[in-house]
Nanobody, 118 residues
Framework: QVQLVESGGGLVQVGGSLRLSCAAS????????MGWYRQVPGKQRELVAT???????NYADSVKGRFTISRENAKNTVYLQMNSLKPEDTAVYYC????????????WGQGTQVTVSS
C-alpha cells in the first residue's frame, strides 16, 4: 500500500519562507515523478512544481525564482522550499507521485495548509 504524507505547512507573513516535505511509503516503481499542487476553495487544483527521479524539474510561472523543488530518490521524499511568500500562495498544498514506467499508477497526499498573511 502506497501512502504519501505531507508536512511543513503553516502560517507565515508576507515575504517569509516555508519548507514542505512529502514522504512516500510502499512499493513504488523507481522511475517516477513527484510534485506539488495547490488548491484554494472554488478553484481547480493547479501545478506548482514537479521533479522526476532523473532530476528534471518544471515550475509554474507564478513560483519561478521563489520556490525550489528537490527530492531524495532512495527515500521517495520530495521537498518544496518556498521563499518570498505572497498572499496568493495561500492554499492547501498536495503532494503527488506518478510512475512513469511499469504500472504507471498515481497517488495523492492528504494536503497541508499554507497561509500567507498580509
Amino acid at each position: 500500500q502506497v501512502q504519501l504524507v505531507e508536512s511543513g505547512g503553516g502560517l507565515v507573513q508576507v515575504g517569509g519562507s516555508l519548507r514542505l516535505s512529502c514522504a512516500a511509503s510502499g512499493s513504488i516503481f523507481s522511475i517516477n515523478s513527484m510534485g506539488w499542487y495547490r488548491q484554494v476553495p472554488g478553484k481547480q487544483r493547479e501545478l506548482v512544481a514537479t521533479i522526476t527521479s532523473g532530476g528534471s524539474t518544471n515550475y509554474a510561472d507564478s513560483v519561478k525564482g521563489r520556490f525550489t523543488i528537490s527530492r531524495e530518490n532512495a527515500k521517495n521524499t520530495v521537498y518544496l522550499q518556498m521563499n518570498s511568500l505572497k498572499p496568493e500562495d495561500t492554499a492547501v498544498y498536495y503532494c503527488s507521485l506518478g510512475e512513469l514506467y511499469g504500472p504507471r499508477r498515481a497517488w495523492w497526499g492528504q494536503g497541508t495548509q499554507v497561509t500567507v498573511s498580509s
